[in-house]
């Protein structure tokens, strides 16, 4: 694969949203034994030897997609999350899960963006496996791919807010104190962000 003509600087965000699923996919792991969880066509039979931080940085640097399309994949991850309980991310499938969001959210957001066959390359996978995993988190999603700017807005904000106040957070006992555990992360509902910052506009 030909290397780009310039290195770019990931995003802190973005480095922040890596940490941030490695710490979901590690909590998970540890409920596995006790939760019910369905094996899907994003689970591997071995947890990938690469990071989850190296696998964004990968994706980041070949896929070319605008910064905007990450936060978007990050909004689609916590929504099949929220779908589909008895599929928590977890070490086995958060490498398919984040390259499938991605290539979604780029389809969804940019004007121009790469095919499944190069996404499938970047991601290490056969291009039949890209074309199943993208009907399958479609399906996961109930085509619900629109994204409000107060639901971009919110999400955004979290990042940046935990990723300057709380770089250390312990995602387990904060998904427990929110009563939303095996999720990515939820605090708020959006719907109900949505009116609330409605109200405040009026």
Do not use: W
């Not at 590690?26 to 989850?52: A, C």
């Not at 290490?124 to 993208?134: K, Q, R, V």
């Not at 700017?149 to 709380?166: D, G, I, K």
């Amino acid at each position: 694969m030909a290397e780009l003509e310039s290195p770019k600087m990931m995003p802190k965000s973005i480095t922040f949203l890596s940490s941030l699923l490695q710490r979901v996919a590690d909590s998970n792991d540890l409920h596995r034994e006790f939760q019910p969880q369905k094996i899907s066509v994003f689970h591997g039979l071995t947890r990938p030897t690469i990071s989850i931080q190296s696998y964004l940085e990968r994706i980041f640097k070949y896929a070319n997609c605008s910064p905007s399309c990450f936060v978007v994949a990050y909004v689609y991850l916590d929504r099949f999350a929220q779908r589909q309980p008895s599929l928590p991310i977890n070490s086995l499938n958060v490498h398919r899960l984040l390259i499938t969001s991605v290539l979604v959210s780029a389809k969804f957001m940019d004007d121009m963006y790469y095919n499944n066959a190069y996404y499938a390359r970047v991601g290490g996978i056969s291009t039949i496996e890209m074309n199943y995993l993208e009907v399958d988190f479609l399906f996961g999603l109930g085509f619900n791919l629109n994204v409000t700017p107060n639901t971009f807005h919110t999400y955004c904000s979290y990042l940046q807010r935990e990723m300057m106040q709380q770089p250390s957070l312990n995602l387990a006992e904060s998904s427990l104190n929110l009563g939303r555990s095996l999720k990515v992360h939820l605090c708020f509902n959006e719907d109900e962000t949505s009116h609330q910052q409605q109200q405040l506009a009026v």
